[in-house]
């Protein structure tokens, strides 16, 4: 069928390509933008696009440091319109952050109202607060008039903005960054900037110089939160060299006597980025879980400044006993992890180590200063051009009166004028003549000058002035013509920069000081739990249902006791709140109970599920006194069992530790402790076996071996005992019996065994 359609066909072009080919070039598209130009920072000025625009954002403004504030909403506004075409929330974020001296060593931004606080609350809305520029922020940006970076098209081509800051500091070490990219992460720790300019200075002296050199004058970092070091030199050492590495940080703390023996720890610095309030509430959660004996109560006293504090349960406790305790359980010490991920160029990333970081920066600093040379060079060139019209001027001056006054077009006429060589004081002995039109003529920029005069210039005294200044600026001139010819020179120029920085923000001003001092971890973080723990009796009591408690001091054992409705007694011992217990479950796995976290004989107790992770369906088998170097027999329902020292099942998380390995439908049967030469074993069909012990084998976990054969059923019950000394059992009266001559049961391991002595008990028990 033909087309006979007035509508013009049009052919369709389709192309095809593999998916895996497709989405690879798309993601990697992708992975670059990320990696560029959102999550790692240049080396050179420390700044991330969007930290970057909002500095020049603020600077267009005119938000200087002596400015007044401005309504953040306004500063995130131009930023999105202008440069950062993101949300305004993300910007916001990005901008408070800058303003917090919690986290930024050395903050970029002045903030006025809510940014924040330690605790971790958040910054009020961008409406309600207000900002603009820190003194430190302007340096950071001086020479952007004076063509010192490059500068590129916004987003959308209607402004221009830096590719980089001047960056008079190395602020990438001084406030630190932190951010993730794809395949990548950094993580820079802020650094004092006196000891950065320290360093910076070594190596100007010697660009040879050592990381073990440039490590003696850049100790370490120095949070802004302050905190005690207590990581050793040499793992400093080695996070420097090679860029990765961690920083052990604690708290700062002291001792307040509070008189007659009685004292409390008073917390005045906390680690680096750690909410105080989740710190707290973290410290809260020890007291209530009993997990440090040794820590009564934490209090929150703080002001503008931290204070936290630390009461111990008793006048007898060593303060760094505790606060070992809390520096392994909590917050109060830290580990900051250092990536030192940067762009090097802006254009390459790559893990630096300290003295690369520094290299990039001075680099930086030098392409500045002859960029900046450069341009002032140009400046003068044409100041000094102007300036040797204005001379001609002056010492024609009759002769330009007359032209302009009378001549139709005056600018035509003063270029086309002759006006010979230059008096003997305008000549020059500086390298500088001035631009050579032909004999004692005038450029057309000298030209507009003369007629943009003012008549009050037409002075004596201000052509003295005429001539001083360019006395002035050819002296200028060639002092950075000099500059621009020597490396000496210019490395000398740049060490005079860094100087006047550590003048402004150095050690002796209130912002400069270090925070962060350097102290050794010593031995007391060693400390066992148990040595924490005050000695006391206690009586533990367990119930069917798995509730337990603990009462203070031996109580009678045979004491009634409360349980819920439908609960009774199942495990009642005497104890102390330093031991361990041992909780055997049918799972075959071992618990670890502490007695001294165990809740009071208050109320029915909690369920010990609650403290460890045993699942509903496992049962109870046993519950016991953990003692060192003990052993113990273990064995399963199917029969099978084996001898465990005591260390070797005790479990040290929640989840308990897996001892003996269970077919499918057994259970654990029993966990009795050993002592004697010989094992008895019943079954559920009421036979008894006895045999050596020593044909036992000791393991560490497993399913062991064969204790009874059966044809049906299976274990009921075990034990050990003296052969000598007969095996003993209660009969259904009570009373003790014991059988001595057991040389009808005696057989060897996992023979079926022959019926029970008479007056065994019903239960097939032999306790």
Not at 264 to 279: A, E, H, M
Not at 354 to 364: G, Q, R
Not at 567 to 590: P, Q, S, W, Y
Not at 628 to 633: A, I
Request: aromatic share 6%; with cysteine.
């Amino acid at each position: 069928m033909s087309d006979t359609s007035d509508e013009p066909h049009i052919e369709h072009s389709l192309t095809s390509e593999p998916l895996a080919r497709a989405i690879g070039e798309r993601y990697l598209t992708y992975a670059l933008s990320t990696i560029m130009h959102r999550a790692l920072p240049d080396a050179r000025d420390g700044l991330k696009p969007v930290h970057r625009r909002i500095l020049y954002a603020m600077r267009e403004l005119r938000l200087s440091a002596t400015s007044a504030f401005r309504k953040s909403a306004k500063i995130s506004g131009d930023v999105m319109g202008n440069y950062h075409p993101h949300g305004d929330s993300a910007i916001y974020d990005a901008m408070a952050r800058l303003a917090q001296d919690f986290n930024v060593r050395y903050p970029l931004v002045d903030g006025q109202g809510n940014f924040g606080n330690i605790d971790g609350d958040n910054p009020a809305a961008s409406r309600y607060t207000e900002a603009r520029l820190t003194a430190i922020a302007e340096t950071l940006m001086d020479g952007l008039d004076e063509n010192a970076v490059d500068f590129r098209p916004n987003y959308d081509g209607t402004l221009e903005e830096p590719v980089v800051m001047p960056a008079a500091f190395p602020n990438l070490l001084a406030n630190g960054s932190s951010g993730i990219a794809v395949g990548m992460a950094t993580n820079i720790p802020p650094h004092n900037l006196d000891e950065l300019i320290t360093g910076c200075q070594a190596m100007l002296r010697n660009p040879a110089i050592t990381i073990e050199e440039l490590v003696t004058h850049i100790p370490g970092p120095d949070f802004p939160t302050g905190g005690v070091m207590v990581e050793p030199k040499e793992t400093i050492l080695e996070s420097y060299r090679t860029g990765r590495g961690s920083f052990r940080t604690r708290a700062k703390w002291q001792v307040e006597d509070l008189g007659r023996g009685t004292w409390q720890i008073i917390v005045t610095q906390i680690p680096y980025q750690v909410q105080k309030s989740r710190l707290i509430e973290k410290l809260a959660e020890l007291i209530n879980l009993k997990k440090i004996p040794l820590l009564a109560d934490i209090r929150d006293e703080s002001a503008e400044d931290v204070r936290l504090v630390i009461e111990p349960r008793n006048r007898a406790v060593e303060p760094e006993v505790l606060m070992a305790a809390l520096f392994k359980n909590s917050d109060l010490e830290t580990r900051f992890s250092m990536n030192m991920n940067v762009l090097i160029d802006g254009r390459v990333p790559k893990v630096c180590s300290l003295k690369e970081v520094l290299k990039a920066f001075l680099d930086h600093r030098r392409d500045v200063l002859l960029r900046r040379s450069t341009h002032r060079v140009e400046k003068i060139d044409h100041r000094l051009e102007v300036l040797e019209g204005f001379i001609i001027t002056f010492l024609n001056l009759d002769r330009v009166i007359d032209i302009i006054r009378y001549d139709d077009d005056p600018k035509r006429a003063l270029m086309a004028e002759n006006w010979g060589k230059p008096h003997k004081r305008a000549m020059s002995e500086k390298d500088y003549v001035g631009p050579v039109m032909g004999e004692g003529e005038l450029s057309e920029l000298q030209a507009d000058s003369i007629l943009n005069m003012r008549l009050r210039s037409l002075r004596r005294l201000e052509e003295i002035e005429l001539l001083r200044e360019r006395d002035a600026l050819m002296q200028e001139r060639a002092d950075l013509a000099d500059l621009l010819d020597s490396d000496k020179l210019q490395w000398k120029k740049i060490g005079a920069e860094l100087e006047s920085i550590r003048k402004q923000f150095g050690r002796d001003t209130v912002i400069g000081a270090r925070r962060t001092i350097f102290a050794e971890a010593g031995d007391v973080e060693e400390i066992s739990y148990e040595s924490m723990i005050e000695r006391e009796p206690i009586t533990i009591i367990c119930s069917q249902m798995g509730w337990i408690r603990a009462l203070k001091g031996h109580a009678d054992l045979t004491t009634e006791q409360k349980f819920k409705d439908g609960d009774t007694a199942r495990f009642a011992f005497h104890a102390e709140t330093t031991d361990k217990i041992l909780l055997v479950a049918a799972n075959g796995r071992f618990y670890t109970l502490l007695g001294a976290s165990l809740p009071g004989g208050r109320g029915m107790g909690e369920p010990v599920r609650l403290m460890v992770d045993l699942p509903n369906e496992a049962e109870i088998i046993d519950l016991q006194i953990f003692r060192p170097g003990e052993k113990l027999l273990v064995a399963s329902t199917a029969g099978d069992g084996f001898v465990v020292i005591s260390d070797e099942v005790l479990a040290q998380t929640r989840t308990g530790k897996q001892v003996l390995s269970l077919g499918a439908g057994a259970k654990t049967a029993l966990c009795r402790k050993v002592h004697g030469d010989s094992v008895a074993v019943v079954g559920d069909n009421r036979k008894v076996l006895v045999f050596p012990l020593s044909e036992l084998p000791e393991m560490a976990k497993g399913k062991g071996v064969r204790l009874q054969k059966y044809k049906d059923g299976g274990l009921s019950d075990a034990t050990t005992f003296v052969l000598a000394a007969g095996l003993s059992w209660k009969d259904p009266a009570g009373r003790t019996r014991t059988e001595t001559d057991l040389t009808e049961w005696q057989a060897a391991r996992a023979t079926a065994g022959r019926m029970a002595p008479r007056g065994f008990p019903r239960d097939n028990r032999f306790d």
